[in-house]
């Protein structure tokens, strides 16, 4: 009968349907969110056995892909190098972005900077906000500089209304900060919810690639990277850019972890400033410390992050341990990787830490995931044991193996050519066909050649 209708329960988070109540959704985990609906039994889900009526629809088009000219990607170059590095040479007309971040980590900062950069060369840029008020979003695009001629404001939460208004004005770049401040008339919760957050992700989306308006999103995310929205978004946009803060001297890195229109292995870095974000010079550098202080467990190696090589500090400590098990702490490093390789200290290169305790840092509150890093990690553990200075002209590169085996690393020639750069006189490689223009190249076959040459490294 037509007209039947069926008790359900629905996620009041993620609108998943069921046809018993419980305490916990199972679809997206929350308590104390399935409320009573009723429903005519053709709108229930076809999971619940609902039979919906069989409507004509009309067909859709099959569209020939040979036919289609392939005239390329036009992308629209911000002329911020960094930024335009990161989403694979600039913004893709009709793309949808999501830039994610922590509070206060400057996303307010950046967008406005692009808007401004946009607004001088491709036309009008709108700047949607449900958060702040035209006058505090002036205050900010004042005191960055920008030129607020090309810059529109749109002070709306309903997403309906500020997709029409979009449209009436065909801009060439729409800013919504954020995404967790607006709602869609079509979905009966509150803003901010799981579901409210997809479809106007959804809206935005369907504007951006029908009107061809490049959309970036600002998304705000927990300590823990957690859904305040991001993390749903991520399978609707095109492409996803995250800010984050890495160091303590106002630097800030910005890297995609999607993204459709090119490599996902890039990084841009950013010194935050009073008059906004600068970009970083020579980014190579910026993770060592450029002092001459003579510290054991000192040693400088390279990483690779995309197309970008950049040195970085490793530090080790060790000390006699107190406690009956040596204790194993690292910062930035893998712990299960110091574990692995303090081991083979200990078996291959007959270096002693059972009872040692070891204290590792990735100075700079880098992570890195590298395992070029091993031989320096395993000559910082040694220099520290042994109390021997490693100088600061020396850059050590190597994966080291369970066999006490020192092993190449990836794009070995193109990191030895930073530390050329960079003023480095010594490199300690592993065995292999490198060559390098003015650096000394010490060659390790293994660890305990390393440990046995030590003192001449120093």
Partial sequence: MPGKTQNIYVCSNCDAQFSKWSGRCLECGSWGTLKMETRKQEE?????????????????EIIDLEKIKEDGLARIKTNISELDRVLGGGIVPGSLVLLSGEPGIGKSTIVAQLADAIGASHGDVIYLSGEESAAQIKARLVRLKCNLEKIKFVSET????????????????????????????????EAGGLSQIRAAAVKFLELAKENNIAVILVGHITK??????????EHIVDTVIYLEAETTNNYRVLRATKNRFGSVNE???????????????????????TGEQKITGSVISCVIEGTRPFLVEIQALVTKTVFGYPQRKSSGFDLNRLQVLASVLTKRAKVNL??????????????INDP??????????????????????????????????????????????????????????????????????????????????????A
């Fill in 354 to 367: 059972i009872n040692q305790d070891i204290i590792l840092n990735v100075v700079g509150g880098l992570r």
């Fill in 224 to 233: 823990d990277g957690q859904i305040a929205g991001p993390k749903s978004l």
């Fill in 158 to 189: 309903n997403v309906e209304k500020a997709i029409a208004a979009v449209s009436s004005l065909k801009p060439g770049l729409v800013i919504v900060d954020s995404i967790q401040a607006v709602y869609s008339h079509d979905v009966p919760t």
């Fill in 44 to 60: 229930v889900d076809y999971r619940l056995g609902g039979k919906a009526q069989e409507k004509k629809v009309s067909q859709a």
């Fill in 372 to 457: 070029g890093l091993d031989l320096a990690v395993c000559l910082a553990i040694t220099s520290s044991l042994l109390n021997q200075v490693i100088d600061r002209k020396t850059i050590v590169l190597g994966e080291v193996g369970l066999g006490g085996e020192v092993r190449n690393v990836s794009k070995l020639e193109q990191r030895l050519a930073e530390a050329e750069k960079l003023g480095f006189v010594k490199a300690i490689v592993p065995d292999c066909q490198a060559r390098a223009k003015k650096l000394k190249l010490v060659k390790i076959k293994n660890l305990e050649e390393m440990v046995g040459r030590i003192a001449h490294i």
């Fill in 267 to 289: 990084l841009g870095i950013f010194e935050m400033t009073g008059s906004g974000f600068k970009e970083v010079v020579n980014p190579g550098a910026v993770f060592i410390e």
